[in-house]
């Protein structure tokens, strides 16, 4: 499969969100973008946790988005929050 000729919204939108899965595919989908971990840390077939390291690294508006979705849901991360 040609990496360059798949549609990113087509690949989001059938990715499973939940548990390792879902981070692999967070991994896979920066990789997509073009950020690509040069030492490949965290390496697992289609990508490694390092290229989503590199996206966050790029996109502080990721980083806010991940801040402020634990801020927002006090209820699940507890006191730890506070």
Known sequence: MDIEKIDIEECISNYRTEGETGVKNLCKMARLLGYKDSTYFGQFQGGCY????NFLEDNP?????????????????????Y
């Open 50 to 53: 390092g290229d989503f390291i």
């Open 61 to 81: 508006g990721a980083v806010e988005a991940i801040f402020e979705f634990v801020l927002n849901n006090k209820e699940i991360y507890g006191r730890q929050v």
